[in-house]
């Protein structure tokens, strides 16, 4: 039987929508900081199964969510391939950076061995999660990647890579085809351990123009969906392609992406075009969850008003704040849930 999730992803209308939040597992939640407390570092959490397992698992027992995300990280594959990584306190993560001599030297023999905790992750979450419940696996888009291998930190307008892709277009395709190749492999494990949708994260994909977009976000992404599709042919995909802007709809339509994940930034009404040919998710401002109060009601009322009537799964447009209270959590559920009777 489908979830509430994968009935919308395949076009069905549900009121209420289904809500999960992007970056559902973390500080804001107190047993998370206990858990990666015991783990002693965010990369021993992500690579320890049974604790990654225990904070998928954490919302969905506080909130009832109708989606678990794996816990992992986008870097865990760049790291994998062999490159540094390190995640410094209120910095994020720091990597050495990549010249075109390194791209070469990615280790894409053991790449998949050394993500294998993840799939041991899934198995584990899978066991324990109600079948309501989607469990949703994830990668980083290759563009998105490959800022954070070529900055070696995160960056605001990623300057390095939009550089290096004009300097070294050789070696950026190069960069982009591993990347395409070992994601792919990455998601077709995560979807036979158990994960009954996908997300890419493309976070970085507003930093590109328009000659850009087509090459480093939409072709790779397009490239990961077919193989996919080759092994899994119905497996719902979510594209989040962060600050497309107009883009979204070339995107939406050339990638073959199943759903639409929607930053706060994109106007309701161009939204609710793009959800005539595809379901939507989205796309509170997490500033809002944070605030509280009116803000956040009135955030929530807009986007159930002109998103509810089609195929929506409701979340943040980007992850949730560190310092989100959990009230106000628990308050943009129970607004999105109120209208029980109409389902
Ligand atoms: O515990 C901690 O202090 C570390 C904080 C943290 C967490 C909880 C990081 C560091 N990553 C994560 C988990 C994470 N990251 C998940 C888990 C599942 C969930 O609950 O949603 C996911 C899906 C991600 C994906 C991710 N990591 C993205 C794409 C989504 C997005 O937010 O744009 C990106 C860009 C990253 C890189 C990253 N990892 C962590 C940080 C702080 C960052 C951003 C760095 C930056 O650009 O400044």
């Given at each position: 039987m489908d979830t509430k999730l994968v009935?919308?992803?395949?076009g069905e209308s549900l009121f209420p929508p289904p809500i999960w939040m992007m970056r559902q597992a973390g500080r804001y939640l107190p047993e998370y900081k206990h858990?990666?407390?015991?783990?002693?570092?965010?990369?021993?959490?992500?690579?320890?199964?049974v604790l990654a397992a225990e904070v998928t698992l954490q919302p969905i027992r506080r909130f009832g969510?109708?989606?678990?995300?794996?816990?992992s990280d986008?870097?865990?594959?760049?790291?994998?391939?062999?490159?540094?990584?390190?995640?410094?306190e209120n910095q994020g993560p720091v990597m050495t950076p990549l010249?075109?001599?390194?791209?070469?030297?990615?280790d894409v023999i053991n790449v998949?061995?050394?993500?294998?905790?993840?799939?041991?992750?899934?198995?584990?979450?899978r066991s324990k999660l109600d079948d309501k419940i989607s469990l949703i696996g994830f990668c980083g888009a290759p563009w998105t990647v490959a800022t954070y291998m070529i900055a070696g930190h995160g960056?605001?307008?990623?300057?390095?890579?939009?550089?290096?892709?004009?300097?070294?277009?050789?070696?950026?395709n190069s960069l982009l085809e591993c990347l395409i190749d070992v994601s792919v492999d990455y998601l077709l494990k995560q979807i036979n351990a158990g994960a009954d949708v996908i997300q890419i994260f493309d976070s970085w994909a507003g930093a590109l123009d328009n000659i850009s977009f087509e090459r480093m976000c939409i072709q790779p992404v397009q490239r990961m969906v077919k193989k996919i599709r080759q092994i899994y042919p119905e497996i719902p995909i979510i594209g989040f392609?962060?600050?497309?802007?107009?883009?979204?709809?070339?995107?939406?339509?050339?990638?073959?992406?199943?759903?639409?994940?929607l930053d706060w930034s994109v106007p309701l009404f161009f939204a609710e075009r793009l959800q005539k040919d595809f379901p939507v998710q989205g796309n509170l401002d997490p500033m809002r969850l944070v605030a509280g109060g009116d803000a956040l009601d009135c955030g929530v009322d807009a986007i159930l008003a002109k998103l509810g009537k089609g195929p929506l799964i409701f979340n943040l447009g980007h992850g949730i704040i560190p310092n989100t209270p959990i009230k106000h959590v628990e308050q943009m559920i129970k607004r999105v849930r109120r209208n029980q009777i109409n389902n």
């Open positions: 009935k919308v992803i395949k858990t990666r407390e015991t783990a002693g570092s965010f990369l021993k959490l992500c690579y320890t199964p969510f109708d989606a678990a995300i794996l816990f986008i870097l865990v594959v760049p790291h994998a391939l062999g490159r540094d990584l390190r995640f410094e010249t075109e001599k390194d791209i070469e030297k990615l998949i061995e050394r993500l294998s905790p993840s799939f041991e992750t899934i198995e584990r979450v960056t605001f307008d990623q300057a390095s890579a939009r550089l290096f892709s004009y300097f070294h277009p050789q070696a950026m392609p962060r600050g497309a802007n107009l883009f979204y709809k070339d995107y939406a339509e050339k990638t073959g992406i199943t759903a639409l994940g």
